[in-house]
């Protein structure tokens, strides 16, 4: 299984991105997909989770600026950040695991997670 998080930038404060998460060895549709980020010297933190029967879920801090989001036809994932902050900066990575079950009380855990992407950064000016 290789996944791929693409779509990271450098941007103003305000503005939108829109990261995309797609797989190899494994079909997206059929999973859970969450995704994190990491800052530079913090912890990797969910950011949000979309289920593979559609719950979606967010950490606080991105609700009603952050929506995740599937395209079955392309087998891919979305998350589309709008109203970027400079705390919104760090590496971004879609996570999957095929086997156990990714639910509202776990999808938040990097440990939920065996497949990693290879992560994107964004960058997010004041």
């Known amino acids: 299984v290789q996944l791929q998080a693409s779509g990271g930038g450098s941007v103003q404060t305000e503005d939108s991105l829109r990261l995309s998460c797609g797989a190899s060895?494994?079909?997206?549709?059929?999973?859970?997909v969450g995704w994190f980020r990491q800052a530079p010297g913090k912890e990797r933190e969910g950011v949000s989770c979309i289920g593979s029967n559609g719950f979606t879920s967010y950490r606080d801090s991105v609700k009603g600026r952050f929506v995740v989001s599937r395209d079955a036809a392309k087998d891919t994932v979305y998350l589309q950040m709008n109203s970027l902050k400079p705390e919104d900066t760090a590496v971004y990575y879609c996570?999957?695991?095929?086997?156990?079950?990714?639910?509202?009380?776990?999808?938040?855990?990097?440990?939920?997670?065996?497949?990693w992407g290879q992560g994107t950064p964004v960058t997010v000016s004041s």
């Open positions: 996570a999957v695991d095929p086997i156990r079950n990714v639910d509202l009380r776990s999808w938040s855990r990097p440990d939920t997670y065996s497949y």
């Open positions: 060895g494994l079909i997206l549709n059929n999973v859970a």
